[in-house]
């Protein structure tokens, strides 16, 4: 299960005074029916830059990845608390158009 609770200051994440990351999680937790998959999530990533997400299996890599676009939706029983943002928009609005979340947000495994 990821946790992450650490708060960097705004320089340490390279973001300029008032500026927004283009990846946020603030407290975001998702559960697949009663198993917690992702805990209290708390996550900035800056423009252009690289994040690299590891851990063992069922740490919640994947998970996250399938939030951030959306691609567990179908999932039954599935439900979230928290917000995960791109471009300081929750993804999970109601007005937020799924088809071109998923054209913004790729997935690449290997």
Do not use: C
Request: hydrophobic share 40%; charged share 25%; no cysteine.
């Amino acid at each position: 299960m990821a946790s992450m609770s650490r708060v960097q200051p705004e320089s340490e994440l390279g973001l300029k005074a008032g500026g927004l990351p283009k990846v946020s999680a603030q407290g975001f937790s998702f559960f697949y029916g009663k198993t917690q998959a992702l805990k209290s999530l708390d996550l900035a990533v800056p423009e252009k830059s690289l994040l690299t997400i590891m851990g063992p299996t069922g740490s919640g890599k994947t998970t996250f990845l399938k939030a951030l676009n959306r691609l567990n939706d179908r999932v039954p029983g599935i439900s979230r608390n928290g917000s995960l943002l791109l471009d300081g928009k929750d993804v999970y609005d109601s007005d937020v158009d799924v088809a071109s979340l998923r054209r913004r947000v790729g997935m690449v495994f290997a």
